[in-house]
């Protein structure tokens, strides 16, 4: 059992956090304020090859996997959590075209997104299909004449969903045989049917944009669809085991940023005629935000572990992100308080620390949604 980094997971631990540092803090408080897509620095992780984490070279990735993607989201969102989100559900699209895609699909879009020339999303959920994904109602019949399939329906919440050039949609290209109808298509932005409905304006991660998709009649070729008709369910939750795994990875960033940021304060804020570091009942909040971020960690590295070795991580990604999602919620609670009247304030980083933590309870699947994955796999034995 070996716990250490190789040196090139080192090496990238380093240029995530430089790149963190000089590119991504100095503009997070702007973008949570103006809610806008930072597409300059979308550009930039591209060019550093983080849009490419998880795709083979030949693809045009960077040829790393899911260590490396924890590593890089991680960093990033202890500085930033909407530009983790942004990039860790940017790479979604490219992971399922790998996995489930033909070749030429992976040679049409996997360039393209990897070089971060096009963002990618994923979209499941339904206004009437969240937790209950496998109640959606976006039809895609296939049109036999025109070798078309036509989209019918609205998706909701859709992380990216009005910034992507490529979309997953999931559909019903046989309505009569619920879930087991669900299938996986392509939708390229622009194409006639397809249109964007509302933004949403929320709590955190504002700058990862949320929007409404309408399909109203929306022709795709027949050659858009993702592996089999049939198949999309099994393909989001595939899809979803990995992309909690992101989700895990983005809300230990957070929790270790709003730890670093406490260690500092405590060290520099004077009352009572010394650092506030020497009292003690601040000192315990220090000892279990450490302790179990910590253990945070190591749950979110194995996830990780196992998904770059092939192994089954269904249970233990979905353990990664309910424990991390809430560790996240709860250290960034402990360190406002330790911030005290300054952590409540738009001139620290706290307070948008304390809010983007939220989400990551919610999306990919709530914490209730993961003790029912849990709680299956383990009563299952598995
Ligand atoms: N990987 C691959 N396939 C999976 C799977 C997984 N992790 N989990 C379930 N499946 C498959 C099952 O094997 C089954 O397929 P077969 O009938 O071919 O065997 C099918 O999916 C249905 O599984 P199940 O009966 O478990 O489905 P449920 O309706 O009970 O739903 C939950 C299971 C609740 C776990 C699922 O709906 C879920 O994850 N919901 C949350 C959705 C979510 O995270 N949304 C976030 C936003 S995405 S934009």
């Given amino acids: 059992m070996d716990f250490s980094l190789t040196p090139q997971q080192t090496m990238l631990q380093k240029l995530a956090a430089k790149f963190a540092e000089n590119e991504v803090e100095p503009i997070a ?28 070279k030949e693809y045009g990735g960077s040829g790393c996997g ?45 360039p393209e997104v990897t070089n971060g020339g096009a963002l990618g999303a994923f ?17 895609a019949i296939f049109d036999e004449s025109a070798g078309e399939y036509v989209l019918n329906g609205t998706k909701c919440f859709i992380s990216g969903g009005s910034q992507a050039k490529y979309l997953l949609i999931f559909a019903l290209t046989d309505p009569s045989k619920g879930l087991k109808g669900l299938s996986c298509i ?20 504002c700058a990862s944009e949320t929007a409404e998709l309408i399909f109203d009649n929306c022709r795709v070729p027949k050659e858009n669809l993702v592996g089999r008709e049939g198949k999309g369910f099994n393909i989001a939750m595939t899809a979803l085991d990995g992309a909690r795994i992101g989700v895990a990875a983005q809300a230990l960033g957070i929790a270790e940023g709003a730890l670093d940021l406490s260690v500092k304060y405590m060290h520099e804020r004077v009352q009572f005629g010394k650092p ?29 572990y196992l998904k770059s070795t092939g192994q089954n991580h269904t249970k233990i990604a979905a353990m990664a992100k309910y ?13 406002l308080q330790i911030h005290g009247g300054y952590g409540f304030m738009k ?25 029912v994955v849990i709680s299956r796999a383990v009563l299952d034995g598995k």
């Fill in 29 to 56: 408080a702007e973008i949570d304020r103006t809610g806008k897509f930072p597409a300059d620095t979308f550009e930039k992780m591209a060019k550093a090859g983080f849009t490419g984490i998880g795709t083979p």
């Fill in 66 to 110: 899911d260590v490396e993607k924890v590593i890089v989201v991680s960093e990033i969102a202890k500085k930033c959590a909407a530009t983790a989100a942004i990039l860790s559900i940017h790479t979604i699209f490219a992971s399922v075209i790998m996995k489930f895609g033909n070749e030429d699909q992976k040679k049409k879009y996997l």
């Fill in 123 to 139: 979209a499941l959920t339904e206004p009437n299909a969240g937790s209950d994904a496998g109640s959606a109602k976006t039809t």
């Fill in 186 to 205: 392509i939708v390229e932005k622009g194409m006639p049917g397809f249109s964007i409905g509302k933004i949403e304006d929320k709590l955190g991660i």
């Fill in 276 to 304: 506030i570091a020497s009292l003690q009942g601040l000192q315990w909040y220090i000892a279990d935000m450490a302790t179990k971020t910590e253990a945070a960690k190591w749950l979110v590295y194995y996830a990780a």
């Fill in 323 to 335: 424990n991390a999602a809430e560790n996240a919620r709860f250290v960034t609670n402990l360190a």
């Fill in 347 to 371: 001139d620290y980083p706290l307070e948008r620390m304390y809010r983007d933590a939220k989400i990551t309870e919610i999306y990919e699947g709530t914490s209730e949604i993961h003790k």
